[in-house]
């Protein structure tokens, strides 16, 4: 699923395979592109990877509100924000955040932020597979 100005999407493709959301800018110096890349261990387990799921219109409609408020307090950034949904091996990316900006701190502080409000509220849920245990 995608927003209607494309820049945010959840879907099973790879975060490689987004194109993510513009090209590089003149207005912006600052253009940086977080990973969220899944781990090989959760709560001290070894696990294969994380299998993500949620309701798409409800996690899209979440990251849309975010976006939006996001722009209206700081209005001169450029983001792209693509989740991946479905089995996700550990070390592949399973979140994309990109920001533009004109100076770097600022690209910095507003990635970090709309990681925050996309883990505290978008409704996607995680279900981590733990690797078998040799026998």
């Given at each position: 699923?995608?927003?209607?100005?494309?820049?945010?999407?959840?879907?099973?493709?790879?975060?490689?395979?987004?194109?993510?959301?513009?090209?590089?800018?003149?207005?912006?110096?600052?253009?940086?592109?977080?990973?969220?890349?899944?781990?090989?261990?959760?709560?001290?387990?070894?696990?294969?990877?994380?299998?993500?799921?949620?309701?798409?219109?409800?996690?899209?409609?979440?990251?849309?509100?975010?976006?939006?408020?996001?722009?209206?307090?700081?209005?001169?950034?450029?983001?792209?924000?693509?989740?991946?949904?479905?089995?996700?091996?550990?070390?592949?990316?399973?979140?994309l955040i990109r920001v533009q900006t004109a100076h770097s701190q600022a690209a910095f502080d507003i990635s970090?932020?709309?990681?925050?409000?996309?883990?505290?509220?978008?409704?996607?849920?995680?279900?981590?597979?733990?690797?078998?245990?040799?026998?």
């Open positions: 699923m995608a927003s209607s100005d494309l820049k945010v999407s959840i879907s099973e493709k790879t975060v490689s395979s987004v194109e993510a959301g513009f090209p590089p800018s003149k207005h912006h110096g600052a253009d940086i592109r977080f990973h969220g890349v899944v781990r090989d261990e959760e709560d001290g387990r070894i696990i294969t990877g994380i299998d993500y799921s949620c309701y798409p219109d409800m996690a899209g409609g979440e990251l849309d509100k975010i976006v939006a408020t996001m722009l209206d307090e700081n209005p001169e950034h450029l983001v792209a924000i693509h989740h991946r949904i479905g089995f996700v091996a550990a070390g592949e990316a399973s979140l970090r932020e709309y990681l925050r409000r996309i883990k505290k509220t978008v409704p996607i849920w995680k279900k981590p597979i733990f690797a078998k245990n040799p026998s």
